[in-house]
């Protein structure tokens, strides 16, 4: 079992900057069968989207609507995801994830939420 804990959020001016941190933990064998890790996020009447992800060999994802904006990256069991210049539409609970795959990301953590103000 993996725990992911997610901190750094709360309220940012549009064009600030915001970082989240992500750390997990669990056993040795657990954490060493993660191979990629990421971020989604949900806002009220939205669907979830993937906002980034990092794999273990460095390659990274970003959804179009951060591109250029957010980095994500990764340091043995924690990862970042570094917010320039946020938008209001940027407002949403954030999710960090993690599994052995894209299509088996098993652990999340509880949601963080950033708020935006225009």
């Known amino acids: 079992q993996v725990q992911l804990v997610e901190s750094g959020g709360g309220l940012v001016q549009a064009g600030g900057s915001l970082r989240l941190s992500c750390a997990a933990s669990?056993?040795?064998?657990?954490?060493?069968?993660?191979?990629?890790m990421g971020w989604y996020r949900q806002a009220p009447g939205r669907q979830r989207e993937l906002v980034a992800t990092?794999?273990?060999?460095?390659s990274t994802t970003y959804a179009n609507s951060v591109k250029g904006r957010f980095t994500i990256s990764r340091d043995n069991a924690k990862v970042y995801l570094q917010m320039d210049s946020p938008k209001p539409e940027d407002t949403a609970v954030y999710y960090c994830?993690?599994?052995?795959?894209?299509?088996?990301?098993?652990?999340w953590g509880k949601g963080l939420l950033v708020t935006v103000a225009s």
């Open positions: 994830t993690s599994g052995s795959s894209l299509a088996d990301m098993n652990y």
């Open positions: 669990g056993s040795i064998s657990a954490i060493t069968a993660i191979n990629i």
């Open positions: 990092i794999s273990v060999s460095g």
